[in-house]
C-alpha cells in the first residue's frame, strides 16, 4: 500500500477507503516513501460532514504511516466544499451535518498540525449519472463529448455496436469545448483560493471515456468506439484543419492529426489547470490518477500522461493499477517508473 519511489518521484497507488483502515494498522514506514489513502464522499465515516470523523480520520492516519489524504470536494459535478459560483446545496447538507462549521477547514488544520498532506481531489471531465449537474443546466447536453455515432458515453441510446462492445456508464464533458475547459479551470482555481492549506490538487478523470475492446487510434474506428466527436470539438478541429474527423480522415497523416488534437485538448486543460494552482503557489503539488498503460492511455483514452512528467505539467502521476494479477501490477509498475520526466522529489 506504499508510494513506489525513486530519486524522481511517480507514484504508484494502491488506493484503499476507510472501510480498510483495520486491516492497515501499523504499516511499516520507510522515510522518503510516500503513503496514502482517498476520502471519497461515499466513505462510511462521512468524513466532509463531522469533526469527529475528522479526528478519527487522521488519528487513524498516523497509527497506520499514512502521510497524504487525498479529499474527494468536486464530484460528478457537484461542489463539495465552500463554494460561491457552484450550486450550494451539497455544501449546506456538510455545513448542517457538523452544526455550521466547515469540516473541511477542520481537517486541513488538524491535519497539518500532524505532519500530513491533504490534496483537493477533483473528479474533472466525468459527470458520474448526473445529468442534471450544474455544467448541464448553464450550458446543454452539447457540451459532453461524443462517440462517432453521436452518443454520448453511458448505457443510453443504444445501437447495434453495443452488441460488440462496452460503454463506460458515466457521462464524460468534452474538454475540446471551451466552456468546459473555462468553468472547470474556474472550479479548481476557487477550491485552492478558499483553502490555501490544501497541499495541491489531484486530478481524476482526465481523460476520454473508456471502451471495451479499445482501439489504438481513430484508424481503427470501423472496428470499435472513441470519443471526442463533441460539436465543438470538431468545429474547431475542422478550422484549424479543414478535416471533418466523421468523413475526411483518409491518410495516416490525417488520422494522426485528429488523434494528436484530441490527445492536446486534455494535455491543454490539465496544463491550464496546473499553470493556476502553481500560480497561485509554487509550493502547490498537481497530481493526476492515470490509466497504468501508457500507450492505452496514449492511444484510446488519449491522456498522455508520461508527457505530462516529462515537461513537469504534472508532478506525479497515480497509477490506477487495479489488477489482482501480480505478474501484471509488476510489469505496468516497471514501465511507468521509466516516464520518470521532470516528476517532483519529495
Known sequence: MKFITGKVILFIFLFFNLLCFGACQDMPS??????????????KD?????????????????????????????????????????????????????????????LLTRARENNIQVFAWVNLLSLGNNDKADILEKFGRDILTKDQFGRPSGRANPNDSDKYYLREDLLFLEPGDQKVARYLIAVVEEIIERYPLFSG????????????????????TGQGLSYGFGEKNIERFTEWTGLDPLKDLRSAKDYISWDGWR????????????????????????????VPSAERAYSSMFQDWPFWLEEGIIDYAVLMNYTLD?????????????????????
Not at 496514502?36 to 461515499?42: A, P, Q
Not at 520518470?340 to 522529489?345: D, E, I, L, T, Y
Open 30 to 43: 520507510s522515510p522518503g516513501i510516500a503513503t496514502g489513502v482517498w476520502v471519497s464522499i461515499f466513505s
Open 46 to 106: 462521512r468524513v466532509h460532514y463531522s469533526k469527529e470523523a475528522v479526528v478519527r480520520l487522521v488519528d487513524r492516519c498516523k497509527s497506520s504511516n499514512i502521510n497524504q489524504i487525498y479529499l474527494q470536494v468536486y464530484q460528478s459535478g457537484n461542489a463539495y466544499y465552500d463554494t460561491s459560483i457552484l450550486p450550494r446545496g451539497k455544501y449546506k447538507d456538510m455545513l448542517n451535518a457538523a452544526n455550521g462549521e466547515d469540516a473541511i477547514d477542520f
Open 326 to 346: 501480480n505478474q501484471l501490477t509488476r510489469q505496468l509498475v516497471r514501465s511507468a517508473l521509466s516516464y520518470a520526466g521532470k516528476a517532483r522529489s519529495l
Open 263 to 290: 490527445r492536446e485538448q486534455i494535455t491543454s486543460l490539465v496544463r491550464r489547470i496546473s499553470k493556476k494552482v502553481k500560480d497561485r503557489s509554487f509550493g502547490y503539488m498537481v497530481s493526476c490518477a492515470v
Open 201 to 220: 490538487v489531484h486530478l481524476d478523470y482526465a481523460r476520454y471515456p473508456m471502451t471495451v475492446p479499445f482501439i489504438p487510434g481513430s484508424r481503427f
